[in-house]
């Protein structure tokens, strides 16, 4: 295990990344953390792709909260994703504001942060990123990559573009593409962000302070879609927050506002406002069917050898069954071998991130057998 | 037809409106309109209830828009409430800001806007102020009272506070009590009006610039739960807006952006942001069970004489079917005859503003066995 800081490395420093949008981009850094270690064939890496707000720290503590990493629960010795077999590798997507090249970044070509100067990426742009650190790592092909929500659709995204890089992908609670709902919550958190005078264009790093209060409110509206109005209910429901009696006022009377409140002012510390707005966009961008003419399937057919895991939960409404449904069919439509489970849950999108023997089980079978499939021992390092 | 102006009347000038919240209000102005005639014995008056940013331009247009009247569909002559037959009233909410008194109006023991000052109000206080203006009018006992959304909330506590003047009720895709992701919405909404520097803790009136762009957002966020994610994809899906390819930028790429910076930026030269915290706030606190130690069927007992009608719709994920069911259970319990509902639609919860046979057929047989009942002819004006 290494230290919670994580790595830092440079790519793309003499042949420039070129990006969907049709800019390129030189040098891009790149945060990472690893864990376990690489065996002698290197076919022990599982490279693990995080969400919108996610980092590189799966399973150490954050650098600036302080808290566990995200995903404790299920990579480290002895877990689920076993570092005392698996060379884990996880990188702050590009875009993002921890240790990777973004919008806060300083852009080379005028020595100040990027702004709204930083051109537009989309998740494929991410992914080439990850493949290109994989190169420096010496990791030519993955055992394993896997991902949740923006995960998942990186974890798409390396199946279209670097099938030959694949043996098994697990993608949980995401989509190919995102819908009107998706995009119309996502503009509401730029337009939050864009309202908040502090932006100022994108251009307030340094002195001036940063666009917190229109963060918050978008960040604020993100977190709901990441609870089912169940899990809502049964959290929450109409309780009061530490008063007997409504205020008849605008104080936070229930103990969902105040949440809510909590989640805006914790995530302006640890976020970028920029970042949000590109990564979000990122996301809107995502539609991989129309580069196959509208066929799904197509985009899956030189990943035909990959082992697929799809795994959606009934309560979310974010990206639910459906999306994740119709991915599991096009891929096998297009002959890739795909185990697809809907698992009941409450808790809404977040489910991905929380305790669920059923999704443990799902992950740990197709563990197994993609490692037998590879014809080793699990245990290898 | 009266001018599309029309009227205001100011009620509680001698007697001061006693509020649930503890303070007490004098005067009031209302501003509402009327459509068609009193009969001789005051038993044809309608009333309308309307919603969160509705006003009682049912069916006359719209002072600053210019727009139709919000339910001409449904209000006129020869229609379904028929102002050939009926005398309708609809007056605009207390704490709105379109002819009755709230928190842009002038506090009259400062002379300034109320601003904050303006106490925190509820559903019950807002049909107090109906109940006043139907005794100004001469209307003893209304044959109807009809709303949608939180003009069935209202609905719903004419028949918890004053069962004696009601012949019948109408509530429309609407709930006793605000859920933890109903109240969630609405604080986000508020937290994006009180994140705008213009909004100056509430006291923006008079020169100052409006928290025009807090409120957009705010409006952006409900409009959201408004349309069913289907209604989006079907209205909207990823359609780019005068555009052939994304413009890797943060314009309005998708129609659905572009539609909601739409709604959001109208809406600003219509509404007051104070008025829209203090309305969402008195939504938020609606749960009518709790006044009742939590059983909804008591609030309902004294009104065993009405007949009443609920209606939800199928893909109305912010006052589903479950919370409509709930209220016509208690009815049930509680000896109202009830008929209730739930209309296939595809529209969310905006359908029942639209065109809806179903609706429709519901409401005129509703309509026509209640003037049966009542034992007059419908036309008596």
Request: aromatic content about 10%; glycine content about 8%; hydrophobic content about 40%.
């Amino acid at each position: 295990m290494q230290t919670p800081e994580g790595h830092t490395t440079t790519l793309f420093a003499e042949e420039a990344l070129q990006l969907d949008g049709g800019a390129s981009l030189s040098p891009v850094e790149v945060g990472y953390t690893t864990y376990g270690a690489l065996n002698a064939d290197a076919s022990n890496a599982v490279f693990i792709c995080h969400a919108l707000t996610g980092d590189q720290f799966v399973a150490s503590n954050h650098p600036i909260t302080g808290k566990s990493g995200w995903w404790v629960r299920t990579v480290g010795p002895g877990k689920l994703i076993d570092t005392d077999k698996y060379f884990v590798v996880c990188s702050n997507v590009l875009g993002s504001c921890l240790g990777t090249t973004g919008p806060r970044s300083v852009n080379p070509a005028t020595g100040k942060p990027w702004g709204l100067e930083f051109p537009v990426i989309t998740i494929r742009d991410m992914v080439r990123v990850q493949a290109a650190l994989l190169d420096r790592l010496g990791v030519e092909k993955l055992f394993m990559v896997i991902g949740g929500s923006m995960g998942g659709m990186q974890v798409l995204e390396w199946l279209t573009t670097y099938p030959e890089r694949l043996h098994s992908a697990v993608a949980i609670a995401t989509a190919a593409r995102h819908t009107a709902q998706n995009i119309a919550f996502h503009e509401v958190g730029r337009q939050a962000v864009m309202a908040d005078p502090n932006w100022k264009e994108g251009q307030y790093y340094g002195a001036a302070p940063n666009p917190d209060k229109g963060l918050a409110v978008a960040r604020m509206t993100a977190h709901i879609t990441y609870l089912s109005e169940d899990a809502l209910t049964k959290k929450f429901g109409r309780n009061l927050q530490a008063r007997d009696t409504v205020s008849f006022g605008f104080d936070a009377d229930f103990q969902v506002e105040s949440y809510l409140r909590h989640q805006g002012s914790t995530f302006v510390d640890r976020f970028d406002a920029n970042s949000y707005l590109y990564i979000t966009r990122a996301m809107d961008y995502l539609d991989i069917s129309s580069r196959y003419s509208g066929r799904l399937a197509d985009a899956f057919k030189a990943a035909a050898h990959v082992r697929c895991c799809i795994i959606s939960f009934s309560s979310d409404w974010l990206y639910p069954t459906i999306e994740n449904k119709t991915v599991a069919h096009a891929m096998n439509a297009a002959g890739v071998p795909v185990s697809f489970a809907e698992i009941e849950s409450p808790h809404g999108h977040d489910a991905f991130l929380l305790e669920s023997p059923e999704m443990d089980a799902m992950i740990g079978g197709f563990v197994g057998a993609a490692a037998k499939a590879l014809g080793t021992s699990e245990a290898t390092s």
